[in-house]
């Protein structure tokens, strides 16, 4: 009944499925499964629950989606693992075997297969939604709202941040030119990322800003989309993402460095040659593109080597405690954290802190946090304690889907705390 | 199939979310550490209190549905399988560390709480719990009391059972019963407690756990000796103990180790070293000191080639590390890897590690081996295929073979995995069988339907 052409995507990844030995070492450092306390939570029973698929023991039912499905691929795991073993690829190709076999889900099919994919009609469809949501829905502190239709499919009641009156793209020029002298003839491809260029267009303008002002062109391709995480990793529809992938790439062709603020943006695209490469001339063109992605902290830092007088604050966070929360995606999956720190520390004006736990898990994920909303609140509460440990009066970070969650963590606890991304706290 | 009412009933005690039956969670509580065994349950329950435990184990009782206690299902002797179906009781829910007393030194915990987090907040207060299995990231005190499990430290400090002065444990029949107490010293009646401790939760199940504690040693420091010859590593540890020089931990690592660790995660060990034995040393700073010249000496006049001293705490970080990566080391090395846990007394080392040499040579099959050789406890591990029957049956002969070896020595069966399903068709031969007849009736008597984690340990009788 099942045959094996249906767990290709798996049958990739049979050495890290092999790998693992069940010493249950995962269990301790597992964010899902230290709120669950089960066995389906954590990386061993996951991967259980995929041998006993490919055994034929157990079927693609709802039950298996759901458990599956229930995990933030934060790689903590893997980064602990004595053996190695990396199930968060087992659990990505998981995924994709049972959209090949079973379709996509709805919500999912139409977002993530149609809407994503089209950036500019996702572009109105948020701006409906926003427009929505000024006239429905009640006002909370500041340019905090309860979420309106489209996002509240996101939503559930959580706090997040309004939808921007005017989108990134709809603010800056195609070509941006250095603004001083010293040019240092580099050009640079811009990847705005859905959540900046929508949600958090500052920070986009911000970059920009920066960047120009250090001798750098800035060029924000219009072809550009959606990264795709949330369709290839998070649905597991590989086929709707090697289109955006493909997108992507021939946006970007023409450049060296693609720079992006995202880090599950960055992340997921240098991901494209190792769950979407289906054919010699994509996992040419995917090692090419992955090979030119760099996470804007590690820009400034490694390649345009910028000095520590080049970091200054902005006049709101003078004086002010600041600490740090990794993304996953900049930590474990692009191996990120000294640059960030590196900058931090180099700001005369603000004190920084280290948070106990800075590479903890905030439990957002993208669609993990749709769907399990309460774990993932659960988790992010473990995050509001390191953050008030430090008794930091800004928590930075690097990646628009964290802000994301941290914004409604730091509401839910009627926390003064702000949350920035580390651009926004630059001068 | 349990009957649903069952199901029902046990949703009421626990609550429904901590019932599941699904196939998928089933699925996923029916292994453990252990490479070969696997039995899916009927359903899996998790309690959060003792009475809860108390009423899951009458209506077990009432309808004769055998119940396997697990904790974090990370044992190596197929322990926590519900290898007869029923209900899993798992206790992974209980994490309350409930008291740490600096003044009485001890500390009570609920069953499921981890190995690790507890030695975390112990350290807060300065305080140390000896027993390590080096599974602690995962496994939970109930179980390591179950299995009395010990570690790397328990050449100096002892196994769990030095430990546990009080238990909570609920009986077949529902009974809660306590144990023991608070205090170090405790000689009023039968010790009940030694009975629980390492039963493999074929007896009661542990809802409380009291343990002693020690304070923090002030000062450490490792050693790592590098032998070109085995048994002459084997015998430098005996030498060490018999000149009245007791170190924290001694541990071996062979070349296969130490080649594979090298492969996997590089940090300059010599791969041409025969084996190594890693040793630590504790205590107050000027003990310290004198101790580890000494045993340096021995080390030295045994032949180890070179004997390295981590200079600082990073430095012995990495050596236990390399140490406890060993197993998965060995564990991802073959389609199937037998390990066992054979000890021996602590003199016949030596002569232990020449007769694996032999029956490497005679079975053709290659044994790699790992442990705490301060404890005389070796993990004697072949490497085959369990889908290749014949060289499996081969391998299971060879096997029998360094059990054979181990007990001719005065050694034992099982150092501290416990017997689960794993070494069960060795057990009759390794007991006394007064002692095998007398632990049975204990069994019958205590649970009398045979509910509590049945076929383990011996094997049952027409099976
Ligand atoms: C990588 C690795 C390294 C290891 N190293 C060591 C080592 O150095 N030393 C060592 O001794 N062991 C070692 N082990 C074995 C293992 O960790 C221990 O046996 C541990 O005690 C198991 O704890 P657990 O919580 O996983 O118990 P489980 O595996 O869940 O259960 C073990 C047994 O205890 C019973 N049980 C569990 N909880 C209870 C309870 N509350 N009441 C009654 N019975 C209960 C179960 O029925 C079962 O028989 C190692 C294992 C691995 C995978």
Redesign the interface.
């Known amino acids: 009944m099942t045959s094996k052409a249906e767990f290709e995507e798996v049958k990739k990844f049979e050495k890290d499925l092999g ?1 693992c ?5 995962c ?3 597992c964010p899902v499964y230290q709120e669950e ?4 939570s954590v990386a061993r ?1 996951k991967n ?2 995929v041998r ?1 698929l490919l055994a034929g ?2 079927e693609y ?1 709802k ?2 989606a759901e ?1 599956l499905n229930k995990c933030t691929l934060c790689m903590t795991c893997t980064a ?5 073993a990396n199930i968060p690829n087992i659990i990505v190709a998981a995924r994709a075997d049972k959209v090949k076999a079973k379709g996509v889900a709805f919500p999912y099919n139409i977002v993530y297969r149609w809407l994503l994919p089209r950036r500019k009609l996702f572009g109105n469809v948020v701006r409906f939604a926003s427009w929505f949501q000024g006239i429905f829905l009640p006002k909370t502190q500041g340019t905090i709202r309860h979420l309106s239709m489209f996002l509240s499919a996101l939503g559930k009641g959580r706090y997040i941040p309004q939808i921007a009156p005017r989108f990134l793209r709809q603010m800056v020029p195609m070509v941006n030119k250095p603004t001083v002298a010293n040019e240092t003839g580099i050009r640079v491809g811009y990847f705005t990322g859905c959540m900046t260029d929508f949600v958090f267009p500052e920070v986009g303008k911000k970059v920009i800003n920066f960047l120009t002002r250090h001798g750098v062109e800035v060029v924000v391709p219009r072809e550009q989309g959606c990264c795709g995480a949330p369709v290839f990793l998070g649905a597991g529809d590989l086929a709707t993402g090697r289109k955006m992938a493909d997108t992507n790439v021939k946006a970007f062709a023409d450049f060296d460095y693609v720079v992006a603020d995202c880090a599950t943006c960055s992340s997921a695209m240098k991901d494209y040659v190792k769950f979407l490469a289906d054919t010699p001339e994509r996992q040419e063109a995917y090692t090419k593109f992955a090979g030119k992605i760099k996470d804007i902290t590690e820009f400034l830092v490694d390649v345009l080597k910028l000095p520590p007088s080049a970091y200054r604050a902005v006049p709101e966070a003078k004086g002010k405690k600041v600490t740090w929360h990794d993304p996953c995606h900049l930590n474990r999956h692009m191996g990120i954290t000294r640059q960030p720190r590196e900058i931090l520390k180099s700001i005369p004006d603000i004190e920084y802190v280290e948070m106990p736990n800075a590479d903890r898990c905030c439990g957002m994920a993208g669609s993990f946090s749709i769907y399990f909303y309460d774990v993932s609140q659960k988790i992010a509460d473990k995050k509001m304690a390191g953050i008030d440990a430090t008794g930091a009066d800004i928590v930075v970070t690097d990646c628009p889907g964290c802000e994301f969650q941290l914004i409604d963590t730091t509401m839910r606890h009627d926390s003064p705390v702000k949350v920035m991304h580390i651009m926004e706290l630059l001068e | 199939m349990l009957r649903p009412e069952i199901i029902t009933q046990l949703q009421e005690i626990v609550g429904k979310p901590a019932v599941l039956t699904a196939k998928e969670d089933l699925t996923s509580y029916s292994y453990d550490g252990t490479a070969t065994w696997a039995h899916l349950p009927d359903v899996v329950v998790l309690p959060t209190t003792a009475e809860q435990i108390s009423r899951t184990l009458k209506l077990a009782n009432e309808n004769r549905i055998p119940v396997t206690p697990r904790g974090a299902g990370i044992n190596v002797s197929g322990g926590s399988i519900p290898i007869k179906g029923g209900i899993v009781l798992c206790t992974t829910r209980m994490n309350r560390i409930l008291e740490i007393s600096k003044g009485n030194m001890v500390a009570t915990v609920e069953p499921g709480v981890v190995l690790q987090d507890f030695n975390l907040a112990l350290a807060k207060e300065g305080l140390f719990y000896p027993p390590d299995p080096q599974s602690f990231l995962g496994c939970t005190m109930g179980g390591t009391v179950a299995e009395n499990a010990g570690g790397p430290y328990c050449v100096k400090y002892g196994v769990t059972k030095q430990y546990v002065v009080g238990l909570e444990v609920v009986l077949a029949s529902g009974h809660i019963m306590k144990l023991g107490g608070v205090t170090v010293k405790n000689r009023t009646g039968y010790e009940l407690m030694m009975l629980f401790t390492g039963s493999e939760g074929t007896l009661g199940v542990i809802t409380k756990i009291t343990v002693r504690l020690i304070p923090l040693p002030k000062a450490s420091k490792t050693m790592m000796a590098i032998f070109d010859d085995m048994v002459a590593g084997g015998q430098a540890v005996s030498n060490i103990l018999a000149a009245g020089v007791v170190p924290a931990k001694v541990e071996f690592v062979d070349n296969f180790v130490i080649r594979r660790i090298e492969e996997m995660t590089p940090m300059g060990l010599p791969v041409d070293a025969n084996c190594l034995i890693l040793l630590q040393t504790d205590g107050s700073p000027a003990a310290v000191e004198a101790e580890y010249v000494q045993i340096v000496d021995i080390l030295k006049e045994s032949g180890a080639r070179e004997v390295k001293v981590a200079k600082d705490a990073d430095e012995a970080m990495a050596y236990w590390k390399m140490r406890s990566a060993g197993f998965a080391a060995v564990f991802g090395a073959a389609k199937t890897v037998m390990a066992e846990d054979v000890a021996v007394p602590r003199d016949k080392l030596a002569e232990f590690i020449k007769k694996l040499g032999e029956i490497s040579e005679r079975t053709g099959f290659f044994i790699q081996y790992l442990g705490h050789a301060g404890d005389g406890n070796l993990h004697p591990a072949i490497f085959t295929d369990i889908n290749n029957k014949e060289e499996f049956a081969r391998a299971e002969k060879a096997m029998e073979e360094i059990f054979e070896a181990a007990l001719s020595l005065g050694g034992v069966l099982s150092g501290e995995h416990g017997i689960g399903l794993e070494k069960k068709r060795f057990f009759s031969r390794a007991m006394d069988p007064v002692a095998l007849e007398l632990m049975k009736q204990i069994k019958k008597m205590v649970d009398p339907n045979n509910i509590l984690n049945p076929g383990k340990i011996w094997e049952e009788e027409g099976a």
């Open positions: 790998q030995m069940k010493c249950g070492f269990t301790f450092w306390r089960i066995e389906s029973g259980m629950m006993a023991d157990l039912t039950e298996y458990r602990n693992c004595p053996a190695k």
